[in-house]
Nanobody, 117 residues
């Protein structure tokens, strides 16, 4: 059974920083892509950033230059460093893992990030 465990959410003032971390565990698990999504109240879940096992990264336009995704494919871990946070970054952030064989997608339970003064 595959599990994704997230940590690092919380309350931060505008302009502040937070770091989210996620570890995927499971027997024989080899993850091809890990990503962070977020979902604000009343909105659809959206991709924030992703990183492949080869280190290729992808970012949503609204976080470019502020957020950095890093990962360790050998350990199935991913982190999201969030700087210059804005109130509109407030959302539940979900860790996501994509495995090619067998084709599977896994989600973490979500961690709340609140940006408010």
């Amino acid at each position: 059974q595959v599990q994704l465990v997230e940590s690092g959410g919380g309350l931060v003032q505008p302009g502040g920083s937070l770091r989210l971390s996620c570890t995927a565990s499971g027997s024989g698990l080899r993850v091809a892509i890990m990503a962070w999504y977020r979902q604000a109240p009343g909105k659809q879940r959206e991709l924030v950033a992703s990183i492949s096992s080869s280190g290729d990264t992808n970012y949503a336009d609204y976080v470019k230059g502020r957020f950095t995704i890093t990962g360790d494919s050998a350990k199935n871990t991913v982190s999201l460093q969030m700087n210059s946070l804005k109130p509109e970054d407030t959302a539940v952030y979900f860790c996501n893992a994509f495995r090619r064989s067998p084709l599977s997608i896994y989600w973490g339970q979500g961690t709340q990030v609140t940006v408010s003064s």
